[in-house]
């Protein structure tokens, strides 16, 4: 392990934390949601818009970024934050859960994952020392760790052999990464506390700068989530930072913040953005809707990033209708802004000891209002 | 006719003309390219990008507009300006060309077009009356008159009676419009001296506020384009503003303003950008080639737009092999600047009386160096 990483905890307010990460790229304010940029760019927007939407770090895809162009290439380029034009933070998973899940044939054994390219179809391997070498050259200041991740419902048995694997792994990575930044462990154990106990109580016994919660919105309901994310989170040690994988929808991620999470990520907000799916503060909208076919108002007059300060919902409309490209970029802009904000107002909520009154309001308000189930 | 509208001559160098055409919505430096933006957006960029980039004025499609969203709900909206936040000068064509071109079934009588919509096959009539209508709706700052423009090769009769057509209709438009801008007549006469000299006379017994050729780049080789621009722009008034319709490459607008053009609008860089097929002072390059996959320089060092100045040839190259959205952005960026910037040479050259040492020095030089030949 090289690089300059540190993790101060600057107040907490009832389990909810909120810290500030350092790594030599810049410090992260947390609790801290990461926009995500799968193949080095965040989707339809630059680099300084979604610095202005208020993210301190990005994350970006080992898979993707593995096949296309190619980690060598980016490295002999200087690295993924010059190739993409992001000089802050970025954090890259380990390719495995794409490896999964994204490829037709995929085998695991004890070796790695043997995959077919969903571009190309051409074989590989992607094995922990595999996944550490790609994070390495792709220089991003924290390096997730290969795990197994099942997708659930499953086995305890299948959990069980994935926990011990994923301990077994990220020891090889632990030994195996040279990179600029810094490995981040994963948590697995899928809906068994004993599993969980026994997944984290492993993996830190090895050491980590971090921990990550891994195999959580992977097919379970939104409340097993909730749980999971929470049980997990007690077990994981107070001075290193805690991040919650894949996860989620605004109020997944008050929730995660409730439990003492630090991080998160999610393609939910870029992804219904280019859907036309909009977070508001009266809740979730889809701006194709009849209803704003003549709305002369702001997509949120509560909201001041510059998709609302310039244009209509009826010609926001008009834009996803007529299929102009100019509308993914707009309702990125915006649910980016969203996302960002709820976390700046966590952020000030447990500077201030209010966390438990602001998450009652934001649970009784329009904004939660229709995000009742599991609507992802 | 209402609004405020004026033209005036600043310079001339040979039959160059430098030249300022003041609208209620601002000015517009002549020789002026306009973007075009179809929908009410030119695509992928945002209206402050258009004008950083340079532009003063923007084209929007009426027929495209008409069908979606409808000039009924823009103009209950406040108009096109506030519509698509660009407050700065519109010019509309009048809608016939696609409708003549992008529909079906599509029939042409003296009373009008009778056409079927490329989004939902419905059937519409555009009269000259009608196409007013909607560009006073619209609140477009120059409405085109609705003429007829038959695609190339075609007999001298079948020209000569779209000739007269024109001037039928335009007579018509010119009584119909009520618009807050003014209408502009469109010369029509084919490839025939004699049929243009006819059109261009009678348009101005009709006495319009500015003058458009028409009837260009529709299927006729390079050099014909040239050559009809050049020869009709010679009968059009020295007082009026002389608008070049859908043409074309820089080369195209280099002999346009030679021959006493002073507005153009074409599509080529914006669709050109999406392709990736981008505009360098080396000449056209395909960003997609393999020659740049591990490229560190800029797309073009002599460029300071923004994609220039962030971004790599190599990051340009993944981001469009990768189907990235920001790939298109980012070309359209650099296109545009490409245009607008080689409009503002023209304009300084003109000025300072060395528009033919520039001229030369163009066609000498490697920007052009890919243009030979027919390659639209």
């Known amino acids: ?167 077994a792994w990220a020891r090889r990575c632990r030994e195996a990464y040279t990179g600029p930044g810094v490995p981040f462990a994963i948590v697995q154990g899928g809906p068994w506390e004993d599993l969980r106990a026994r997944s984290a109580r492993e993996l830190q ?50 929730f995660g913040v409730d439990s003492g999470l630090d991080l998160f990520d999610c393609v939910m907000p870029t992804r219904n953005a280019r859907n036309g799916t909009l977070f508001t503060s009266m809740g979730k909208i889809n701006i194709k809707r009849n209803e704003f076919r003549d709305d002369p108002s702001p997509l949120d007059p509560d909201c001041s990033c510059e998709t609302c300060s310039n244009y209509t919902r009826a010609y926001l409309r008009h834009l996803i209708l007529s299929g102009e490209m100019l509308s993914a970029r707009l309702n990125t802009i915006h649910n980016l802004t969203y996302y960002l904000g709820l976390m700046e107002t966590m952020r000030h909520a447990i500077e201030e000891g209010s966390f438990s009154a602001f998450r009652r309001e934001y649970l009784d308000s329009p904004a939660a209002g229709r995000y009742g189930g599991d609507d992802r």
């Open 205 to 254: 016994e090895l050491d980590f700068p971090g921990y990550a919660i891994g195999g959580v919105s992977v097919g379970e309901p939104a409340e097993a989530i909730a749980r999971v994310a929470g049980l997990t989170a007690a077990m994981l040690p107070e001075d290193k930072p805690r991040y919650l994988m894949g996860v989620g929808r605004p109020v997944d991620l008050i």
């Open 1 to 167: 392990m090289s690089g300059k990483f540190d993790f101060r905890l600057l107040s907490c307010d009832g389990r909810a934390r909120r810290g500030e990460l350092c790594t030599g790229r810049g410090r992260v304010q947390t609790p801290a949601f990461m926009p995500v940029g799968t193949l080095g760019s965040v989707k339809s927007v630059t680099p300084e818009e979604v610095r202005s939407c208020g993210a301190d770090i990005v994350l970006a895809n080992t898979y993707h970024l593995y096949l296309r162009p190619g980690h060598e290439l980016i490295r002999d380029l200087g690295g993924l934050h010059r190739f993409m034009h992001w000089e802050r933070p970025i954090l890259t998973d380990s390719g495995g859960f794409q490896a999964f899940s994204m490829t037709g044939l995929c085998r695991v054994d004890d070796h790695g994952v043997r995959f077919q390219s969903h571009v190309d179809g051409s074989s590989h391997v992607l094995t922990p020392e595999k996944s550490m070498e790609i994070q390495a050259a792709l220089g991003s200041d924290i390096a997730m760790v290969l795990d197994e991740c099942p997708e659930l419902p499953a086995e305890y048995e299948r959990i069980e052999s994935a926990v011990a694997r994923t301990t």
